[in-house]
Each structure stands twice: as C-alpha cells, then as structure tokens.
Antibody, heavy 123, light 106 residues
Framework: EVQLLDSGGGSVQPGGSLRLSCAASGFTFSNYALTWVRQTPGRGLEWVSSISAGGGVSYFADSVKGRFTMSRDNSNNTFYLQMNSLRVEDTAIYFC?????????????????WGPGSLVTVS | DIQLTQSPSSLSASVGDRVTITCRASPSMNRNLNWYQHKPGKAPKLLIYTASTLQSGVPSRFSGSGSATDFTLTINGLQPEDFATYYCQQSYSTPWTFGQGTKVEV
C-alpha cells in the first residue's frame, strides 16, 4: 500500500524558514517524480514544486521560485521542501504527492497518491 | 498557463442523484485532464486520469469524459461518502494547474 506522510509544518514569522519532509513507502521510490501541492482558502489547490525521479531536475511555481528548494533522499525514501523568505501568502496546507511518471515535467501523468497535509502558518 | 474553470462552484444533491461537474480549459488542450476528490483533513484522492480512465479501486459510479476545452465528471447514484470537494487538474503543460473546486453538499 502506498503511503505518504508529511511533517514539519508549523508557525513562522514572515521572512523565516521552514522545512517540510515527506516519508514514502509502498512503491519503488527512486522510479517516480515527487511533488508538493498547497491549498489555501483563497486560491484552492496550487502546484508548488516537482522533482524528477533521479533528483537532478526540479521545477517550481513562479510564486515560490527563488525562495523554495526541493530535494530527495532515494536511500531513505524521503523528500523535502525547504521554504525560505516565507511570506504571509505562503500560509497553506502543504500536501506531498507522488507523480505517476519519472520526469518532473512529464505530461500526461497525474498525482496518484497524496499525504494528509501539513499546515504552514506565516504570521 | 492553462486556466481551468469549474462549474458549478457548489451544488446540493441527495443520495442517489446523478451529479455532473464541468471543467473548462483555456486555451485548448488534449485529454490530459484529471479529477480528484478531497474531504477536509484527508489526503486528496485521484478518481480519474486522462479524462476518462478510472483509477484502480474507484467505484464505477464515477466517470469522466471530454477533450480539448470541455470536460465532465459524472457521479451516477451519489453515495453518502461522495459528499466532498472535487477538483480538475491538467497535465498538458507546466505549470500544472487546478480548477477552483466544486463542493458537493447534502
């Protein structure tokens, strides 16, 4: 059974940093791209970032580019979202999700499994 | 960016009803359109991918159709566990985008 468990959410002041983690199990971790999606009351679901199966390529939404980075540890089945220079508008529930393909920008795929979400509050 | 507009934003329905949710894409795309169900406090769940393929384990009362600019999610015979918010999402081009959601209420 595929499971994703995100952690690391919390409260932080504007300009601060936070790192989210997502521990995965139930699939061959190194074969798939991984992603972060966030949910805000005003903007609904918003894709944040993706990292390729090998970890060499990552993409970010314009709203977080230059402030967020993404990494993965294929030996530990865990991936991360490092969030720096946080803004009030980054307040959201952050979901980690598995992408059904290996390429971070592979078209025709989908978010096939999701974690339960971590609340990040910037205030 | 591909913009997805769902309608309606919310709807009221009863158990046993047939429910139809529409997702309109701009500009036009192919069939790389996916549907998710989300309940508060839970992980979103993939229902349908590439417009009409049912994800494994999803009940057959869910179905999807459409291409280019107009897509539809249909629930035939709404069940109590189906009251949730539904989102469409495109994987035609990055950045991946979502519709604003449709809340299905009792």
């Amino acid at each position: 059974e595929v499971q994703l468990l995100d952690s690391g959410g919390g409260s932080v002041q504007p300009g601060g940093s936070l790192r989210l983690s997502c521990a995965a199990s139930g699939f061959t971790f190194s074969n798939y791209a991984l992603t972060w999606v966030r949910q805000t009351p005003g903007r609904g679901l918003e894709w944040v970032s993706s990292i390729s199966a090998g970890g060499g390529v990552s993409y970010f939404a314009d709203s977080v580019k230059g402030r967020f980075t993404m990494s993965r540890d294929n030996s530990n089945n865990t991936f991360y979202l490092q969030m720096n220079s946080l803004r009030v508008e980054d307040t959201a529930i952050y979901f980690c999700a598995k992408w059904a393909g290996a390429a971070a920008a592979g078209t025709g795929y989908y978010f096939d499994y999701w974690g339960p979400g971590s609340l990040v509050t910037v205030s | 960016d591909i913009q997805l507009t769902q309608s309606p934003s919310s709807l009221s329905a009863s158990v046993g009803d047939r429910v139809t949710i529409t997702c309109r894409a701009s500009p036009s795309m192919n069939r790389n359109l996916n549907w998710y169900q989300h309940k508060p406090g839970k992980a979103p769940k993939l229902l349908i991918y590439t417009a009409s393929t049912l994800q494994s384990g999803v009940p057959s009362r869910f179905s999807g159709s459409g291409s280019a600019t107009d897509f539809t999610l249909t629930i035939n015979g709404l069940q109590p566990e189906d009251f949730a918010t539904y989102y469409c999402q495109q994987s035609y081009s990055t950045p991946w985008t979502f519709g604003q959601g449709t809340k299905v209420e009792v």
